[in-house]
């Protein structure tokens, strides 16, 4: 058979249609074992020569790989096919030298000997050169000292067994100190391979003290949560307790519990939006008030009761400058046995004193909810004019703060409780128009906007 069948060294780099360095790695280990077999079927003395001769002799396969490989290759796999070249070329010389028994090179005294242990460290020498890596060193660690094909294993077999009893000690002595040099090299190879490397990973990881920190923006409270904050605090200063209620209630509690029957007219100021259910599932809608918590809690609980919901509601309201399909309310609601009007009214200038300042005067303005009896609007005097009349105030001097009143004794049929021993008040303020009106904002769709600009003025 001949050597040069389809010896891919005579074809031009940019023919055998490789184009990443995996395959310039499959090509060379498909040249190392065709080499391997060329060398094992190399048996008689000629055919080693002509073995030799393909694999490293003028215009053989290293030299064809210069031409034809490195020379033709794109630029970013040209230094990897050399490097492999290299590797190549040793790879085969040390084969070629270490699979003959040692006469058939010609080695028949020491001195020859000698010379040609001398040819093998500086081959090993230069190959442990060139390893830049963990990789790098474990590949040669296996060709050089591998214990079934390792270069030292392969003289053992090869030249130290089949020589002459008067070589043998020279052979052996040259043996033990290429081995010897061979590891102690490895090892110190080894060494310097994790000191770069970890001298490498601390300067990629160095932290330099010097750079300034990422500068993470803090966020703020919203307006409407500072205001729900401001609303609490007062009212847990006089043993209300925070509660909180679902968003998706049935017609019941939004409605018919708080004494607005089906047809009532005042369902049509409180129209909303009802969820999409399967047929013959009851209706569910989103509130429209914080209110339907006053049922919940008195459905729960008996008298003394004095509690405050913040949340959500909703209604299907057109967005404007004072309309939004959802804002937020804080219920209040207190229900006792010796509760009066007095209480309620006290409460409730405490309430607005604490929230906008000392000088704010309270008014009560007759009003009508279905839930209380009597219902009342809660105005304040004026904060910008002082009374005096304004555009704020529309020239009233009074500002319409929120709704409240008496809870009316047939809410307390729905609940159970007993309408001749207990009363109480109830009050329902909307947290946007509050903090609207005390902070001058024109435009309740700001809260929802979210622009930096606008949160920011509210740190
Ligand atoms: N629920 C009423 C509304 O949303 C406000 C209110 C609550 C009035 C409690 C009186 C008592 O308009």
């Known amino acids: 058979m001949s050597l040069d069948a389809q010896d891919p060294t005579r074809t031009d780099f940019p023919a055998l249609g490789i184009s990443d360095s995996a395959g ?7 040249l190392k074992a065709r080499f391997l077999a060329d060398l094992a079927r190399a048996a008689a003395h000629s055919e080693w020569e002509r073995v030799r001769d393909h694999w490293s002799g ?11 490989w490195v020379h033709q290759a794109p630029d970013n796999l040209r230094p990897l096919l050399f490097r492999e070249r290299e590797n190549l070329i040793s790879f085969i010389n040390i084969r070629l030298m270490t699979t003959q028994p040692l006469k058939q090179l010609g080695i028949v005294n020491a001195e020859q000997v000698a010379a040609r242990f001398r040819d093998l460290r500086n081959i090993f020498d230069s190959e442990i050169e060139r390893c830049i890596d963990e990789v790098d060193l474990g590949i040669d660690k296996t ?9 030292i294993t392969q003289i053992t077999e090869n030249w130290l067994k089949t020589s002459s009893p008067e070589l043998k000690p020279a052979i052996g002595k040259e043996l033990n100190s290429l081995r010897a040099h061979i ?25 330099d003290l010097s750079l300034p920190g990422v500068d993470r923006p803090i966020g703020s409270r919203h307006l409407i949560r500072q205001t ?7 009212f847990l200063s006089l043993g209300f307790a925070v509660v909180e209620g679902r968003e998706i209630e049935t017609p019941y509690y939004n409605f018919e519990a708080l004494n607005i029957p089906e047809h009532h007219p005042a369902r049509d100021m409180m129209d909303t939006f009802y969820l999409d259910l399967p047929p013959g599932s009851q209706p569910h809608l989103l509130r429209t008030h914080t209110s339907p918590m006053q049922i919940h809690t008195m459905e729960k609980q008996q008298p003394p009761v004095r509690i405050i919901v913040p949340g959500k509601v909703y209604r299907r309201d057109n967005p404007d400058a004072t309309h939004s399909y959802m804002f937020h309310q804080v219920e209040g609601l207190a229900v006792d046995t010796d509760i009066t009007f007095c209480e309620f009214k006290g409460t409730v200038e405490y309430f607005v004193r604490e929230f906008l300042g000392p000088a704010a005067k309270t008014r009560l303005r007759p009003s009508y909810f279905p839930f209380t009896e009597p219902s009342v609007e809660i105005d304040a005097s004026c904060f910008v004019c002082g009374g005096s009349g304004c555009r704020l105030c529309k020239f009233s001097g009074w500002i319409e703060l929120f709704g409240a009143g008496m809870v009316d004794p047939a809410v307390y049929g729905f609940v ?38 606008f949160l920011r003025q509210f740190p």
């Open 24 to 30: 310039v790695g499959f090509l060379f280990e498909q």
């Open 58 to 68: 003028a215009g053989g396969v290293p030299q064809r790989i210069a031409a034809n």
């Open 143 to 151: 060709a050089w000292l591998g214990r079934k094909s390792g270069v």
């Open 183 to 207: 590891e102690t090299t490895i090892e110190g190879r080894q060494q310097k391979i994790s000191a770069a490397a970890e001298s490498a990973a601390l300067a990629r990881e160095r932290v």
């Open 228 to 234: 729900f904050e401001e609303i609490e605090r007062i």
């Open 416 to 453: 159970n409780y007993d309408s001749k021993r207990v009363s109480g008040y109830a009050f329902g303020m909307g947290v946007d128009r509050l903090s609207q009106l005390k902070y001058g904002i024109d435009d309740v769709q700001l809260f929802f906007q979210n622009d930096v600009r």
